[in-house]
């Protein structure tokens, strides 16, 4: 009887054990999804940055060039800002997008970690 009882309990130990591994594990992805969304957050933004520092960098360019008298060379620095602008403006609609996905994919493994949670507490 008192093997049995063991053998019992071992069993029961090893379920409620492989419950509270899903939920762990659940909520390590969770932590993961957490951190690869911000850091593809960061590097969207990273990207955006560099784009608006071209801009103003060709802007700046566009401007001296106009002030000596170089108004071709001021043309054609100023179409280089106007393009750069327009790319630092895609990448920060994309930096949005990026981030929204990161905040759903978190959100739903959130979500999972939660069930798992409540799946080994019973409720």
């Known amino acids: 009887m008192q093997i049995k009882t063991i053998f019992m309990s071992a069993a029961i130990a090893l379920t409620l054990s492989a419950c509270s ?5 659940q909520a ?8 690869a969304a911000a850091e593809a957050t960061k590097l969207q933004a990273q990207q955006t940055a560099q784009a608006a520092q ?5 802007a700046q360019q566009a ?17 280089q ?3 750069a602008a327009k790319n630092a403006q895609e990448n920060a609609k994309q930096t949005v997008e990026t ?3 990161g ?13 798992a949670a409540k799946q080994d507490t019973g409720h």
């Open 99 to 101: 981030a929204k996905q």
């Open 103 to 115: 905040v759903q994919d978190v959100k739903d493994a959130t979500n999972k970690a939660a069930d």
């Open 81 to 83: 800002a106007a393009d």
């Open 28 to 35: 390590e992805e969770a932590a993961a999804k957490a951190k």
């Open 21 to 25: 591994n899903n939920a762990q594990q």
């Open 54 to 58: 071209q801009a103003a960098n060709a």
């Open 63 to 79: 401007a001296a060039q106009a002030k000596a008298g170089d108004v071709s060379g001021a043309a054609a620095s100023a179409g």
